[in-house]
């Protein structure tokens, strides 16, 4: 892909972004095939980026060097080196020039205890080392129909806004609600919207470049709903799970982002 500057008139400050998950999923060949895939592609004026497995970074980096592709991981230590055993830095990330790291995916809080803190330093970590943290909030299905939706993506996101202070500027934010991953069930545009808002009004609040700072929506987003998706006006572009993983599915997601 080769990606252009924003159109002239373009009404957002802000460049699209889609960004893909591939969980853990892959191996070495449909990862070399995805990935020749992606960069065969015609390339539209949204970034996009892949955080794959961390075994699979120094080969990604090598298949996309020179594309305008980006690359990242799905998640860091907040610690910088030491007797964390399976855990991976993000110094050692920057070493294989990561852009991106995704930080507090739902599925690492529920099954690993994330807490709101510890994703905040997360982040952290990752900034001082120069990548971009993608810090993920978002809603359980009995949180949304208890009406506690701005409270938990408000605490969430809260607790990196505390933390990081001046330095919130150089994240990107994800609203995944967690019924929507991974089950087909998209939140409508409207619903997403609302929650966006809500968020860059938070960080408008807390003094934070909330014109610039990119928003993504995740959770079951594809190729047929994207484009409503992204036409929203605080929708700044996806974190795709499932569809990244597959080349037309991902192509077409990008090409709906511009
Ligand atoms: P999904 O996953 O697109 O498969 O719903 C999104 C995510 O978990 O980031």
Redesign the pocket.
């Known amino acids: 892909m080769v990606a252009g500057a924003p159109a002239a008139g373009q009404q957002s400050p802000r460049r699209k972004l889609v960004v893909g ?1 591939w ?1 853990m999923n892959g191996d070495g060949a449909s990862n070399a095939a995805l990935l020749a895939a992606l960069k065969a592609a015609p390339g539209g004026e949204a970034e996009v980026s892949v955080c794959v497995p961390a075994p699979y970074l120094h080969d990604v980096s090598k298949a996309l060097h020179g594309s305008s592709i980006h690359w990242g991981a799905q998640d860091c230590s907040s610690h910088e080196s030491g007797a964390f055993t399976g855990e991976v830095s993000a110094a050692m990330l920057a070493e294989f020039g990561c852009c991106h790291v995704i930080v507090g ?1 739902s ?1 690492r809080r529920a099954m690993h205890g994330e807490s709101d803190r510890l994703v905040a330093e997360k982040a952290a970590a990752a900034l001082a080392h120069g990548l971009v943290p993608i810090v993920c909030v978002g809603e359980t299905l009995a949180e949304r129909d208890g009406g506690k939706t701005e409270a938990v993506v408000g605490r969430q996101l809260g607790a990196a806004v505390d933390l990081l202070a001046k330095r919130i500027d150089g994240i990107v934010v994800a609203y ?1 609600p967690v019924w ?4 087909g069930k998209t939140a409508s545009p409207a619903e997403a919207q609302s929650v966006h808002a809500f968020l860059r009004k938070l960080l408008a609040d807390a003094g934070a470049a909330s014109r610039t700072l990119r928003i993504l929506y ?4 594809k190729a047929d709903n994207a484009t409503q998706l992204f036409a929203e006006a605080d929708i700044d572009g996806g ?5 990244s993983l597959k080349a037309a599915d991902f192509i077409a997601i990008c090409q709906a982002a511009g």
């Open positions: 998950n969980k995916h599925e995944e929507a991953i991974g089950t995740g959770g079951s987003v974190l795709i799970g499932g569809a």
